[in-house]
């Protein structure tokens, strides 16, 4: 039996929409942990992994290990009808077919409630083992959403190199080149502008700029981004949630001049 | 050695192990054998030799391949048998000799002339050569001499006899102007001829008759004339060109004005002709000459319809390529060479042999002959064509590669006079040739000459006569002949002749069973049979069948016909004009899924006999200003088709082409006729190739006249013919439905519910099939009595259940008797669509069967949804989701999946891509987001090997969706034919973890629980089986898994021996590929499935539950 319990709707929704378009169907493994999904997507270049610990929900209950399979298009659906700050109760029976939805809107004294069929899912438990990284880049995550967004236009891939002066986003494509360097700043009154670096050594990657931006839609999340880089391992990007919980996405670089 | 050193791309798994087992226990029982095999010349000793053989075989272990053991061993031992009553000898290669006491001036040359070519003889004298064999199996070349083309002119008002000469000096003179000083023109004369085209009242007009002294100048003077630069004194009042007639090339001319049919007989009476024995042109037994007045030609019919004793030779070249590059004559050698010859009429082949390369153990009853020297090999080799002397060379993808290979193998190894394949002293070149017809489309293909000697390479009859998914000899020998081969890999080859010589002898078997099977084909297909009898009713060389479209056979026969008839054909410049004539009339169907009986009735060959009902010709086509000239009367001197064209009715003229027709049609069913008296089935198989001859020939009048761009066209006669058929029908069902309703007193209201070209669909109400089918006879009766002979609507079958899909796509319970069914009928469905894959093709097949035969819809609904849900869990084999397609150009406009995946597969390896023609066979694996198809398309074995995940997806909604929607909806209604898509069996789906992608290298396997899936990361737990909740279930979930492996090894040991019955041996590897082999890829899958199931059965060694 699961029973979860969010205060609002929207960390779910956020987190559900960033997902949904690297991969469409997945298991949430529900245990007395919390709710964690682990997911690949098709062409096997990003990798999804979120974990919600217990204690982001409340109240949360699971007393059997529990998979989830979502087709994500379907729930998406469903969450569609969540108002943003509606609290959201998730359950589940032990070997469920079903996963039940109840959006509550406090205010208006309004409860909605949906069934959403669940699917068998057979597949693979992939990770990336936890990795010593060489970079990593705290920032807003607003700007990093800015600087994927502009590079865009520029071209398909970005380089991020880290160095001690800073860390520089450059793209070049058929029009032209551009680049945005960030140097390490930590306003005292805006925590969540503070650009911070730690460096062990200097990297520059490559990385498809299709899939940032697919993961800047995780940006309603959390206000600051994690960028962990090393030579030739898959960028992290992790949006850190309260209570230790994640979501991370993993991205493997581009090497040589493969399309 | 190389083998050790090449990726073990293609030898799968176990082979190492199996591999080093049969090299050492065979060999030894087959040296032993060895001696036995060896063919012997005394038929006791071979007696014996048999007999020996099967014993041995029993006793030393199944170890020869079925081919050898069961067709070798038996050819063997009927060879005996056949001696005694043939002509041939076991493995002799020379031709019969000639008679001893042969005299020119008391014998005459009698033969079939298979081939006919336009040549010289005596120093420049033009002649036809004509090759042929005697009834006793000598060969032939007649040189056929004295006759001269020639060409029409319709001669000018003021023009008389005593002109010709004058002309004739005049044409001579205009023609010396041109740059010809010899002399040219041989006569002129006046006769009188008819036009063939338009009436002309009946009436001949004077035509001037040019004839040439030598073949070659026809065409100058030709143009010259049409030019306008040989108006004689003005006589021609128009400006301009002057229409020349009767424009047909020497050859054929030659054949008409003989009356010598293609493959016909010919004969030179005893004393007319003259043996030539000095600076003979020919390497033929006899070599004549004649005067054409004096040959005889036999129509082909009664006893002048048999067939010489031919010989074909089948062979097949293996070449030694290098790895991963398709073979090229610069650098690979021919290794073996495999030769069948056959004598037509015998069952078996008299002469076997294998031309090897380094030493090969024997294979029985079958000559070895083994060569040091690749040069002195080929030599060897044509120096056997040589002596054996074919008359028919056959071969699978012989005219695309073996030929050019060999020519260009030699010229690189420069083997002196290796070229001189013909029978004359001609070398044999080969020559890209572009084959293309609105039929058959564009072909680009490679022509090697042999004169004298036919040539049919399978693979392009059946290309051209078949329409089948794949066209390698395994699938098409597969699909006719319903045995399989082993497809070895090109670069296995190499490995094999690396080898021993017993992996040589393996690859020798390979290679003459690919030389046998051609032969077999064409004896299954009757091809020879087919194609003699179409020369003979066309009256073209065998040649032109295969090298030229449709056209040149109606124009020969046409020529035929006017010849008898005085008439000229007019040289029209042929013009390709986008002039459009409406077609056909398809009557909208009444779509659905009909319980009752329907009744189909046809017009029987409906063009042919409106043309011949209405007398639709170019001799009776007329014009408005001539029907007033002649005051002629509608409708009794002449008629006016629906399309406002006027022809003359048989009153005033009989066309030309309602008579070609009328007699096509009779000697069919004569032909069919004998056919059914017939017993012989030689006899049979030609007489059956007559009929569909004639039937073929009957059907093509029609689309002739309509060929814009052909040498003749008359859109007024093909317009005309469809208008007439698009009025029949609409009468048709006018007629049925006013007679057949309950104002009458039948008991339903009949309704037409679909008409197409030449039928009619007829729901008579009914629901008894015997009653349908008596109205439909009754129906069938009455509508014909309503038009014109010899139009006959005709009562074929009834369809009971009938599911209209749309126009051109139904399918349909077929029954001509109301006992039982005869078949079920498909048109237009995916079951015989090739751009598909097979699990459409299976599954539609299965579920028409389902609803149609078993009347079992909501089986076939449950049928539907286990297949979708074993295509979502990935259970379903991959072989049946491979799509495949021709690649016929390089640069499409728009990206397509199957030339995009050729360019991908060249970047990995070139040599196993697929080249310019090929069928690229490919799957649809996942992608990322918003990924076009094209970029989705992957080689199967690829897939294969490294795991990645199928688009199920894609199959179920552009593959199965459509086919499946429109078969349900006309029987469930359109909301539950949806449901079967997106039920709950949808919601199982399995998602495969691939070994490729930019994260994989990185990314690592956590183990989930066997019972729960909960993914493992304890320290303890991560290398076991189940998690601690499940640790009381550990003895189930082993049970579990130990049984998924057992079931797995007894499925791949299965396949694996099947694959071994295939190739025919169980002791050695299977290295067979075969991209079209379903079995194939459930081997490959088997195996690594089962590799996957011991992984998981592995896990149970390391789980802390499961250790007590």
């Known amino acids: ?259 | 050695m190389p083998s050790a050193t090449l990726p073990q791309k293609r030898a799968f798994g176990e082979a190492s192990s199996t591999r080093r087992n049969i090299a050492a226990t065979p060999s030894t029982a087959t040296t032993k054998k060895r001696r036995i095999d060896e063919p012997t010349s005394s038929p006791a000793q071979r007696f014996k030799s048999s007999q020996n053989d099967s014993k041995g075989r029993m006793a030393s272990s199944q170890q020869k391949s079925v081919f050898e053991s069961e067709v070798l061993e038996r050819l063997n031992q009927d060879i005996s048998d056949l001696k005694q009553n043939n002509s041939e000898k076991d493995q002799a290669w020379e031709r019969p000799p000639i008679p001893n006491d042969f005299d020119p001036s008391k014998h005459s040359l009698c033969f079939q002339a298979i081939e006919a070519e336009e040549g010289t003889i005596g120093g420049g004298q033009p002649a036809v050569k004509l090759f042929g064999v005697t009834e006793n199996g000598n060969s032939v070349l007649l040189h056929v001499k004295d006759f001269k083309h020639y060409l029409y002119v319709a001669a000018p008002v003021s023009f008389v006899v005593e002109d010709c000469l004058a002309f004739k000096a005049y044409l001579e003179s205009q023609m010396s102007q041109n740059h010809q000083y010899q002399q040219v023109i041989h006569n002129v004369s006046l006769t009188m001829r008819e036009n063939i085209y338009g009436f002309q009242g009946n009436v001949q007009n004077p035509y001037i008759k040019v004839t040439v002294t030598d073949p070659k100048h026809i065409n100058k003077v030709r143009t010259m004339i049409e030019r306008g630069e040989a108006n004689w004194k003005g006589m021609w009042k128009h400006d301009g060109g002057i229409m020349t007639y009767d424009s047909i090339q020497y050859l054929l001319r030659f054949m008409v004005d003989c009356s010598i049919a293609g493959m016909s007989w010919v004969e030179a009476p005893a004393g007319a002709y003259d043996l030539i024995h000095m600076n003979k042109q020919s390497n033929c037994q006899f070599e004549a000459v004649i005067s054409y007045r004096e040959l005889i030609s036999h129509k082909p019919s009664g006893e002048w319809s048999k067939m010489a004793p031919l010989r074909i030779l089948s062979f097949d070249i293996e070449c030694a390529g290098r790895k991963g590059i398709f073979p090229e004559a610069q650098h690979d050698s021919v290794i073996q060479i495999a030769n069948i010859v056959t004598k037509y009429g015998d069952k078996k082949p008299f002469v076997r042999n294998v031309f090897c390369l380094d030493t090969t153990s024997p294979i029985v009853a079958t000559q070895i002959l083994e060569f040091k020297d690749e040069g002195k090999m080929l030599a060897a080799w044509r120096d056997f064509l040589e002596k054996v002397d074919p008359d028919i060379i056959i071969g699978y993808n012989i005219a695309n590669f073996d030929f050019p290979y060999l020519l260009d193998r030699a010229k690189h190894l420069k083997v002196h006079n290796f070229e001189y394949w013909s029978r004359t002293h001609v070398k044999s070149v080969a020559k890209e040739t572009n084959f293309s017809s609105k039929q058959m489309g564009n072909r680009d293909t490679k022509a090697t000459n042999t004169n004298g000697r036919l040539q049919l390479d399978l693979l392009q009859l059946v290309q051209r006569d078949h329409q089948l998914r794949s066209y390698t000899l395994n699938s098409v020998c597969a699909h006719f002949l319903g045995e399989q081969k082993e497809d070895v890999h090109h670069s296995m080859i190499t490995e094999l002749f690396e080898g021993t010589p017993e992996s040589r002898r393996r690859l020798a078997l390979y290679c003459l069973k690919d030389a046998y099977l051609p032969q077999r084909l064409m004896d299954k297909l009757s091809c020879l049979e087919n194609y003699t009898e179409m020369a003979r009713v066309t009256g073209v060389p065998f040649n032109f069948l295969l090298a030229r479209g449709q056209q040149v056979k109606f124009l020969s026969q046409l020529f035929r016909k006017a010849l008898e008839q005085k008439l000229v054909i007019p040289n029209m410049r042929s013009e390709s004009s986008e002039e459009q004539y409406e077609g056909a009339t398809v009557i909208e169907p009444t779509r659905g899924y009909y319980d009752v009986p329907i009744a189909t009735l046809d017009f029987a060959s409906l063009y042919p006999s409106i043309i011949q009902a209405h007398n639709l010709c170019y001799t009776t086509l007329i014009k408005k200003k001539d029907i007033e000239r002649w005051s002629l009367v509608k409708d009794e001197d002449y008629i006016v088709t629906p399309n406002g064209d006027m022809f003359v009715t048989t009153k005033k003229r009989k066309g030309l082409l309602a008579q070609i027709l009328e007699e096509l049609l009779s000697a069919r069913k004569e032909a069919k006729r004998e056919l059914a008296a017939e017993t012989d089935p030689f006899k049979k198989a030609v007489l059956n190739g007559r009929q569909l001859a004639l039937k073929i020939s009957a059907n093509s009048v029609y689309g002739l006249t309509g060929a814009t761009n052909g040498k003749l066209p008359c859109l007024e006669i093909a317009s005309s013919t469809t208008a007439f058929g698009r009025q029949m029908i609409e009468r048709t069902k006018h007629e049925v439905e006013e007679r057949y309703c309950i104002k009458n007193g039948y008991s339903h209201d009949a309704q037409v519910i679909y008409g197409d070209t030449d039928s009619v669909m007829v729901k008579f109400g009914t629901k008894e099939l015997a009653e349908a089918m008596k109205l439909g006879e009754d129906a069938a009766n009455y509508v014909s009595s309503k038009f014109i002979k010899p139009i006959k609507l005709e009562f074929e079958k009834v369809y009971f259940p009938y599911l209209l899909i749309n126009k051109k796509r139904y399918a349909g319970l077929y029954w001509t008797k109301p006992e039982k069914y005869d078949k079920m009928d498909t048109k237009g469905i995916e079951t015989v669509r090739r751009d598909n894959c097979l699990l459409v093709q299976t599954v539609i097949e299965k579920v028409l069967r389902m609803i149609l035969i078993d009347r079992d819809v909501p089986g076939a609904q449950e049928y539907v949804k286990d297949t979708i849900a074993d295509l979502l869990q990935n259970r379903v084999d991959m072989s049946k989701l491979v799509i495949t397609k021709a690649l016929t150009k390089d640069d499409y406009a728009a990206k397509q999946a199957h030339v995009e995946l050729a360019h991908r597969m060249k970047k990995r390896d070139a040599g196993s891509a697929p080249a310019l023609g090929d069928r690229v066979a490919y799957v649809m694996v996942k992608g990322a987001t918003g990924s076009k198809n094209f970029e989705r398309s992957e080689d199967p074995i690829y897939v294969l090997e490294h795991n990645v995940p199928i688009d199920t997806k894609y199959y179920l909604d552009n593959q199965l969706a459509k086919p499946l929607g429109r078969i349900f909806e006309p029987i469930l209604g359109e909301t539950k034919a949806k449901s079967l898509l997106t039920g709950d069996h949808t919601r199982a789906i399995s998602v495969a973890a691939p070994k490729v992608g930019g994260l994989m290298k990185f990314a690592k396997k956590t183990q989930t629980c066997m019972g729960c899936k909960k993914p493992l990361t304890g320290k303890e737990e991560s290398q076991g089986a189940v998690c601690a909740d499940d640790a009381p279930r550990v003895g189930e979930l082993y049970k579990k898994t130990l049984d998924k492996v057992s079931d797995l090894e007894v499925r791949f040991g299965r396949l694996w021996t099947q694959c071994q019955r295939c190739q025919g041996s169980m002791h050695c590897e299977v290295i067979c590929s075969s991209k079209d082999c379903p079995i194939f890829y459930m081997r490959m899958k088997a195996k690594k499935d089962l590799e996957d199931a011991n992984g998981e059965l592995a896990r149970f060694d390391f789980d802390q539950a499961a250790i007590w």
Request: aromatic share 6%; hydrophobic share 40%.
């Open chain 1, 1 to 259: 039996m699961l029973e979860a319990r969010l205060d609002t709707a929207n960390l779910f929704k956020s987190a559900v929409d960033a997902i949904k378009d690297l991969v469409q169907d997945c298991n949430f493994d529900c245990n007395d942990s919390g709710i964690a999904l682990q997911a690949m997507d098709n062409s096997h270049v990003a990798l999804v992994s979120m974990m919600l610990k217990a204690e982001a929900f409340s109240p949360f209950r699971c007393d059997r290990n529990i998979a989830l399979g979502v087709n994500l298009t379907s729930l998406t659906k469903v969450l569609r009808a969540a108002g943003r700050d509606d609290t959201l109760t998730l359950k589940a029976e032990d070997a469920p077919d079903v996963l039940n939805l109840v959006f509550e809107a406090t205010a208006q004294d309004r409860i909605s409630e949906y069934d959403l069929k669940l699917m068998d899912i057979d597949q693979e438990h992939l990770g990336i083992p936890d990795t010593e990284y060489a970079a990593t880049i705290s920032m807003p995550s607003a700007e990093f959403k800015r600087i994927t967004t502009d590079l865009m236009a520029m071209s398909e891939s970005v380089t991020i190199e880290a160095t001690k002066d800073g860390v520089k986003f450059s793209s070049t494509g058929d029009i032209g080149n551009g680049s945005i360097t960030l140097r390490q700043h930590t306003p005292v009154d805006k925590p969540n502008e503070a650009v911070e670096i730690e460096l062990s050594e200097s990297v520059a990657l490559t990385f498809s700029l299709k899939y940032l931006t697919n993961f800047c839609k995780a940006q309603p999340l959390s206000n600051q981004v994690k960028l962990c880089l090393s030579a030739e391992v898959p960028l992290m990007v992790e949006y850190g949630l309260e209570g230790g919980s994640y979501l991370r996405f993993y991205l493997a670089p581009k090497i040589g001049d493969e399309e």
